[in-house]
């Protein structure tokens, strides 16, 4: 057993939990606060949402010993809260509940969206509110009175938001605040290989094979393959520099290798209402001679207590004089509650998109254009790709049949 002291809606508490158990049952068994309403246990359907140091999270997949110092606000800790209380209103007017197991949850993540954003539109709404899920009202009351709250406090001022990139459901944010964000990557001079930056055009997409996924020795595998437009030579300046290659994936901020050869980095990855932020440390094994390279890295994610280790190895190989095939063969393990996510199918689209982001900076830098800066992909941008690459398929399934 562990001991930790807490804050919990304004009262400090010292307990004894043991090393796996979830906020959720800590709050509920130990504390009797039964509003914190226990749903998948998978951080999908959001009825266990509570506020941690002032950010929302996923008490199911949140560890109560994380949270020692932390100030936690339940749904029972806004009674007196001005805001939640016109949120209460609005939904009992807009009949914004029905069996009411997901309301909890609801309201503090509504909460949370008014006291952030203003003006937004009900499709916005709908995308910041996915993270929690009802399976009585079909969401249109909840819209109605999120919409109605947020005209009302359209002229109050918004608590400011020093985390914004967090997103619905972050989880406990006070260690998180003493990592540095992504600053050194884009404080770092420019690849030597690309000139200075011009005004941005519009390239051809780069087409990425995604091979079979494996399980080998408890470790996931699978291969990438691209063709770059570019002398392997040109290729092979940039991505010999580990610093650069994280400037080009999305997600992912390293910071300049320290004296024992080994580079702090961070990945922020966003999948439906799951948030998380692996922090960590990563080596780097070139082979030049080889136009060969291996990443690996391993680090965790203190909202959830999940830990991930993962293996890029490279190879450039010249594609004529003016282009280069690149192979990458990934491997990864991943442990804890955020190990559900990676079913196959899921795993290879994510990898098919993260890799055609990456070859199509590269391919914009190598040609001396402007590249977007790197960023997490958004949940929603995500899934609804991956829903309309489904629903072409489909079409041109049906098509290819009547033909």
């Known amino acids: ?39 998948c246990e998978h951080g999908i359907c959001g009825a266990c949402t509570v506020e941690i140091d002032g950010e929302i999270s996923r008490s199911c997949i949140t560890y109560a010993v994380t949270c020692d110092g932390a100030s936690i606000r339940t749904i029972e800790g806004f009674d007196e809260d001005p805001l939640m209380g016109k949120l209460r209103d609005a939904f009992t007017r807009n009949h914004a509940l029905q069996c009411g197991y997901c309301t909890p949850g609801m309201l503090v993540a509504a909460r949370d969206l008014v006291r952030r954003k203003a003006d937004l539109s009900r499709e916005d709404i709908r995308t910041e509110m996915s993270g929690n899920l009802c399976r009585c009202t079909g969401y249109v009351g909840i819209v109605n009175a999120i919409e109605q709250v947020m005209q009302e406090t359209a002229q109050e001022a918004r608590a400011p938001s020093a985390r914004a990139w967090l997103g619905p459901a972050p989880g406990p944010s006070r260690q998180v605040a003493e990592v540095a964000p992504a600053a050194p990557v884009q404080a770092r001079k420019p690849v030597a290989t690309a000139p200075a930056q011009t005004k941005r055009t519009s390239r051809s997409p780069i087409t990425v094979t995604v091979g079979a996924i494996e399980e080998v020795d408890g470790a996931t595998r699978l291969m990438q393959t691209f063709t770059l437009p570019h002398p392997r030579e040109a290729v092979w300046a940039l991505m010999s520099d580990p610093v650069a290659v994280a400037t080009c994936i999305p997600g992912l901020s390293l910071e300049p290798q320290r004296p024992d050869g080994t580079f702090p980095g961070r990945m922020e990855i966003a999948l439906g209402p799951v948030k998380a932020s692996f922090s960590g440390l990563g080596t780097v094994e070139a082979h030049p001679a080889e136009y060969r390279q291996v990443i690996e890295g391993r680090g965790g994610d203190k909202r959830s207590g999940s830990q991930a280790s993962g293996k890029a190895d490279y190879r450039l190989l010249a594609d004529g004089a003016d282009a280069t095939r690149v192979e990458v063969a990934l491997s990864y393990v991943l442990a804890g509650p955020l190990a559900q996510i990676g079913r196959a199918a899921i795993v290879r689209d994510l990898v098919r998109r993260v890799g055609e982001a990456f070859a199509q900076t590269v391919d914009a830098r190598l040609a001396g254009e402007e590249a977007a800066p790197s960023q997490s992909f958004g949940a929603f941008t995500l899934l609804l790709q991956l829903v309309l690459d489904r629903i072409r398929a489909l079409f041109a399934g049906s098509n290819a049949k009547r033909g």
């Open 1 to 39: 057993m562990t001991s930790i002291r807490v804050t919990v809606n304004g009262r400090p508490v010292e307990a004894e939990v043991s090393p796996r158990q979830h906020l959720a049952d800590f709050l509920r068994e130990q504390l009797f606060l039964t509003g914190t309403h226990i749903g």
